[in-house]
Structure formats: structure tokens, C-alpha cells
């Protein structure tokens, strides 16, 4: 993400800033998508408890974007595509600032309980709550890797 720069000096990584702002990609989709359920009842089968794994594969495509794998994720590889690419009638893109804050021990952290980082835009709210539920959210950055560094991630959702 150009602007950004290391987040750790060379060597002695000692942080430089209190917190990292990257810009990510929002794409709203509409209750009719095949991907996503917006109608109340989720079909038992699409609706997995436990740790899903097997939902992208370990590589990009040549493109820079997720590949569906074979987890269960997505209706189909095509479907699946639509996630990481801005198409007409199908999603509305959204621009999106994440800002990671220093922690306290050497870590960025990012944590929002209540993720809705697009109520009232793109397509609109669900009829759930008022909120926006039905997104993705893409987000590319570079790195520099000393060894031992790690990335967590969590979410209630795919």
C-alpha cells in the first residue's frame, strides 16, 4: 500500500507509529446472491459450525486474488470470483480505511465487536437490525518478514 512504509525498523524493530491506516476494498452484495443468505433461514448444509477450513487455497491466483477452494464457501467458483471483483449489478464497491492500532506489546490490532463498516451504503441495509451484513472485504499491504512474526485473524463469519 504505497504511503504506508515498514512498520518496524531494520534491525532493531522498534515501532515507528502508533497506528497503521490501510486502505481495503468493500464490496456490498445484494440478498439475492447465491453466496450469501439474506432470507431468513440459512440452508443447514451452507451453514457450517466450527472451524471451516479449505474455504480459499493456500496460493493467489495470478491476479493477486483469493481462488475458491473446496471448503464449501461459495455455490461456485464463479460466484466466488465475484467477491474480490468490482461487477456491475452484482456488488458496489466501497472504499474503506482500516486503522490498526499499536497495542501495547508490539502488535497491531484491529477490533471492532460490531463490524459494519458500510450501514447505509452500497446497496443498502439488510432486514436485520438495519445492518449491512451481506460484504467482503479485500485488503493488500507488503511486509517485511525477520521471522517470528505472525498474523491472527478472527471473525464470526467466513
Not at 13 to 36: G, M, N, T, W, Y
Not at 72 to 91: I, T
Amino acid at each position: 500500500v504505497a504511503g504506508v512504509g515498514p512498520l518496524f525498523r531494520r534491525g532493531r524493530r522498534e515501532l515507528e507509529r502508533q497506528s497503521v491506516v490501510l486502505d481495503c476494498v468493500i464490496r456490498d452484495f445484494k440478498a439475492d446472491h447465491p453466496d450469501f443468505y439474506d432470507k431468513g433461514e440459512v440452508p443447514r448444509e451452507r451453514m457450517p459450525l466450527g472451524h471451516l477450513l479449505g474455504g480459499v487455497q493456500t496460493q493467489l491466483g495470478l491476479d493477486g486474488k483469493p481462488v475458491c477452494g473446496d471448503g464449501g464457501v461459495a455455490v461456485s467458483d464463479a460466484s466466488f470470483a465475484q467477491w474480490f471483483r468490482d461487477v456491475p449489478g452484482v456488488n458496489k464497491r466501497v472504499d474503506f480505511k482500516m486503522e490498526f492500532v499499536e497495542s501495547g506489546d508490539g502488535t497491531y490490532v484491529y477490533d471492532h465487536p460490531a463490524f459494519f463498516p458500510i450501514d447505509g451504503q452500497g446497496w443498502g441495509d439488510s432486514w436485520r437490525n438495519g445492518r449491512n451484513y451481506l460484504f467482503t472485504l479485500e485488503l493488500h499491504s507488503t511486509f517485511v518478514y525477520y521471522g517470528g512474526e505472525r498474523f491472527t485473524f478472527r471473525s464470526d463469519d467466513e
